[in-house]
């Protein structure tokens, strides 16, 4: 398994952006797929976007997509996730996720981080 670290969470004004950031330990990263997920107060943890080992798909749930875009720098060893436009509704845990499998990272992946809050403020 790969070890996932967040960072780049926190407070932000309703229309503003952050920029999330996830590294990982390993020699292998580049073979993971990753993703993004997301857990509000008194909700369930919900997808929030994917990308596959090379960076060449992406996948958004319908919440954030147009607003927010998954990338990857492998030489980095680091997934980001650029949020724009953000809304009240943002307001969450957000967790850093992989898996070998991009099905998988989507659906319930093998590895998680410890999370990282954004709080947007109305």
């Known amino acids: 398994q790969v070890q996932l670290v967040e960072s780049g969470g926190g407070l932000v004004q309703a229309g503003g952006s952050l920029r999330l950031s996830c590294g990982a330990s390993?020699?292998?990263?580049?073979?993971?797929?990753m993703g993004w997920f997301r857990q509000a107060p008194g909700k369930e943890r919900e997808f929030v976007a994917a990308?596959?080992?090379?960076?060449?798909?992406?996948y958004y749930a319908d919440s954030v997509k147009g607003r927010s875009t998954i990338s990857r720098d492998n030489a980095k060893n680091t997934v980001y996730l650029q949020m724009n436009s953000l809304k009240p509704e943002d307001t969450a845990v957000y967790y850093c996720?992989?898996?070998?499998?991009?099905?998988?990272?989507?659906?319930?992946?093998?590895?998680w981080g410890q999370g990282t809050q954004v709080t947007v403020s109305s």
């Open positions: 990308i596959n080992w090379s960076g060449s798909r992406t």
């Open positions: 996720a992989a898996d070998k499998v991009l099905q998988a990272v989507i659906s319930g992946p093998s590895s």
């Open positions: 390993g020699r292998t990263f580049s073979s993971y797929c």
